[in-house]
């Protein structure tokens, strides 16, 4: 079990790096190299009110972060870090070249990570 723990601690630093490397690029990386044009935002579903990459990102960096950190004193610390994170990241889009602030994008990145704050505290109650 140590070695899972392990694994999900630097999967999720890993993950967190490559989420603020894509976030601060100015233009869209995966665009970048699927189109050659970094203008090109790729969508993986329809966005509806929020932006579902931005959800989906939100999603898996804190469920790593969840999972990684589960059970530990850290656990509160990674949740306000996450909050602090999907905020911060859309806001230096207001100042990034070729990127663009969009309250869809904030409330995506948000609702990621109270999705998942909601399964791990039912899961928390209930196991």
Same mark, same amino acid.
């Given at each position: 079990? %140590?070695?899972?723990?392990?694994? &999900? +601690? &630097? !999967?999720?630093?890993? !993950?967190?790096?490559?989420?603020?490397?894509?976030?601060?690029?100015?233009?869209?990386?995966? /665009?970048?190299? =699927?189109? /050659?044009?970094?203008?090109?935002?790729?969508?993986?579903?329809?966005?509806?009110? #929020?932006?579902?990459?931005?959800?989906? !990102?939100?999603?898996?960096?804190?469920? =790593?972060?969840? &999972?990684?950190?589960?059970?530990?004193?850290?656990?509160?610390?990674?949740?306000?870090?996450?909050? =602090?994170?999907? +905020?911060?990241?859309?806001?230096?889009? &207001?100042? #990034?070249?070729?990127?663009?602030?969009?309250? /869809?994008?904030?409330?995506?990145?948000?609702? /990621?990570?109270?999705?998942?704050? #909601?399964?791990?505290?039912? %899961? %928390?109650?209930? !196991?």
């Amino acid at each position: 079990m %140590k070695y899972i723990t392990k694994f &999900l +601690i &630097l !999967a999720f630093h890993s !993950a967190n790096i490559i989420l603020i490397i894509f976030y601060l690029y100015p233009g869209s990386i995966f /665009g970048h190299f =699927l189109y /050659g044009d970094s203008s090109i935002q790729p969508q993986l579903t329809r966005d509806f009110i #929020i932006s579902s990459n931005h959800l989906y !990102a939100f999603i898996i960096s804190s469920s =790593l972060g969840v &999972l990684a950190y589960k059970g530990t004193k850290k656990i509160k610390l990674v949740i306000i870090y996450l909050f =602090l994170l999907s +905020i911060i990241l859309e806001l230096f889009h &207001l100042i #990034i070249p070729n990127r663009d602030f969009e309250l /869809g994008d904030l409330f995506g990145n948000i609702l /990621g990570v109270i999705f998942v704050i #909601i399964i791990y505290k039912v %899961k %928390k109650k209930y !196991a």
